[in-house]
Each structure stands twice: as structure tokens, then as C-alpha cells.
């Protein structure tokens, strides 16, 4: 089949431009250029894998997973089922994170990321700040070869440690960062969301809070004298995980942040640092 045929084809099953996605990924090339090879004749493999895609879209499957990456912070990461794909959100934890990190410290500072999935958060920071020596932290062992491999990809250096949450940890950190499961259990969200990605990734608890309550009661045996902490949370969770902060480390200096859209989305916590004002 060729080019043209192939996107009639995929036009036909799915939006016009994840249809010019697929094959422009498949074909190695950018979408705006596909226009100029119409004609161009494309093997029985690479046709079939195409087909194979846009059915997998067609079915309800997330455009990431379909391709198997995602583009994260202008980094490629391998992302499946076994992990939650990372979103733009997360991207201004990260942002906000490296701004503290320079801000604070001098020397090779130890970074965790508590339930890391795709290692997306930590193996970020590994390639923007240098200097650190990083942990992948989390419960599943199969969001752990994602991390794995995504380390290698990057060529990033980690150490990886599959545990609930600080369970299974000896050391203590200058960063601990997370974006752990925060939707509550009976709160609505897209199908596509609900049907696809892992929900020991999605789901808190109850009230959201869980991970946060579970991260924090054991938070004080692994940081170092200066430490800084930064976690993203739901829209609406800002003063109850201030509270439940005060809870574990009280008078401890925090800071709810909020996204490009106004909303409550980070917070974070200077221990022994002096607050950014």
C-alpha cells in the first residue's frame, strides 16, 4: 500500500491527525512530511503494523500506549499498561523541583522518587541537574523494567527498589519527590483513563490521601538534616496535605504551589531551608 492509501485508511478508523501520527512514527518521519511521499510504495510489515495501531486506537487505547512512548519535559520515555503516562502537570513539579535543587544546594545531593512508574520524574532531574545520585522507588516490579529501560534509554545512572512507599529503604535523601496515587476512590474521570491506566497508579484511598498519610508517618528516618520534599496532589488537596504535613513534621516551612491553570498542584517542604519567598 502506499502513503495515501494508508491514510485514507486510518482516516477512516480515527482522527486525521493521530491517523498522520501513527504512520509518520512508524516511517520515522515528521507528519508534515508524509505529504511528500504519497506515492511512496510502504512493505507489508510496516502496513500491517499500521493497521495493527489504528485498531488499537479505534478500541479505546491511549495514543501513548499504542506507540508505546511518550514525550515528557522534551525527553522520549517508553511507557505501557504497567505504568501511568506522564502528564504536562507533572512537568512543572519537575520544573519547580530543579529551580529549589539550585537554589539549595552545592554538592552531589542522593534524590528519591517515591512510586516512580516510568522513572519519568527522577530520571529528568538525573539529566538536568547532573549532579545527583538517583533512587527509582516502587511498589510494582513491571513499572520497574519500564523505569529500567528508561534509564538505560536516557543513559541515566539509578538505583531501583521495589517497595511500598519507604518500606523497604535504608538510606536518607537532600530530595524526596512524588507523584503518588491521589484520584479518591469514587471520583469520576475518563474512560479512556479509567479503562487503560494502571489503577494502583490513579487511585488514594477513600479521600485521596492515603499515600501522602503513608509517605509522611515515616518521612523523618530518611531525610537529611537539609531537606527538601516536593509532592504533586489533586486540585483540591492543597490544605489537607498541609495538614496532614503539620500532622508528621510540625512547624515544618511548606509551600502549596499552583499550575499554569491556577489550580492547587505542588506542594512543598523546606526542611532546615530557608522558605522561597
Not at 493521530?18 to 504512520?23: S, V
Not at 508524509?34 to 512493505?43: Q, V
Not at 513539579?93 to 529551580?99: H, R
Not at 534509554?153 to 529503604?169: G, K, L, P, R, T
Amino acid at each position: 500500500m502506499t502513503v495515501e492509501e494508508l491514510l485514507i485508511y486510518g482516516k477512516k478508523h480515527c482522527h486525521s491527525d493521530h491517523a498522520k501520527f501513527l504512520l509518520s512514527d512508524i516511517l520515522g518521519c515528521n507528519p508534515l512530511e508524509l505529504l511528500n511521499y504519497l506515492n511512496k510504495e510502504i512493505n507489508e510489515e510496516k502496513s500491517n503494523l499500521y493497521k495493527a495501531e489504528i485498531k488499537a486506537l479505534e478500541e479505546g487505547n491511549p495514543i501513548q500506549y499504542v506507540t508505546g512512548k511518550t514525550n515528557f519535559y522534551g525527553y522520549q520515555f517508553l511507557v505501557n499498561k504497567d505504568v501511568l503516562i506522564p502528564r504536562f502537570e507533572t512537568e512543572q513539579l519537575v520544573e519547580k523541583t530543579i529551580e529549589y535543587v539550585n537554589k539549595y544546594f552545592d554538592d552531589k545531593i542522593d534524590v528519591i522518587d517515591l512510586g516512580c512508574g516510568s522513572g519519568a520524574i527522577g530520571i529528568t532531574l538525573a539529566k538536568k541537574l547532573k549532579n545527583i545520585d538517583l533512587t527509582l522507588l516502587d511498589i510494582s516490579k513491571q513499572a520497574l523494567n519500564v523505569s529500567y529501560r528508561n534509564a538505560l534509554y536516557q543513559e541515566v545512572d539509578a538505583s531501583f527498589i521495589e517497595s511500598d512507599m519507604f518500606s523497604n529503604v535504608k538510606k536518607k535523601y537532600d530530595v524526596i519527590i512524588s507523584n503518588p496515587p491521589y484520584i479518591k476512590e469514587d471520583e469520576e474521570i475518563e474512560d479512556i483513563v479509567k479503562n487503560n491506566e494502571p489503577s494502583i497508579a490513579l487511585y488514594g484511598g477513600k479521600d485521596g490521601l492515603c499515600f501522602y498519610d503513608k509517605i509522611l508517618k515515616d518521612i523523618k528516618d530518611h531525610m537529611k538534616t537539609k531537606c527538601l520534599v516536593a509532592f504533586e496532589i489533586g486540585a483540591t488537596q492543597g490544605q489537607d496535605v498541609y495538614n496532614l504535613i503539620q500532622k508528621y513534621l510540625p512547624g515544618a516551612i511548606v509551600e502549596v504551589k499552583k499550575d499554569l491553570a491556577g489550580r492547587d498542584r505542588m506542594v512543598f517542604i523546606f526542611h532546615n531551608l530557608e522558605k522561597n519567598i
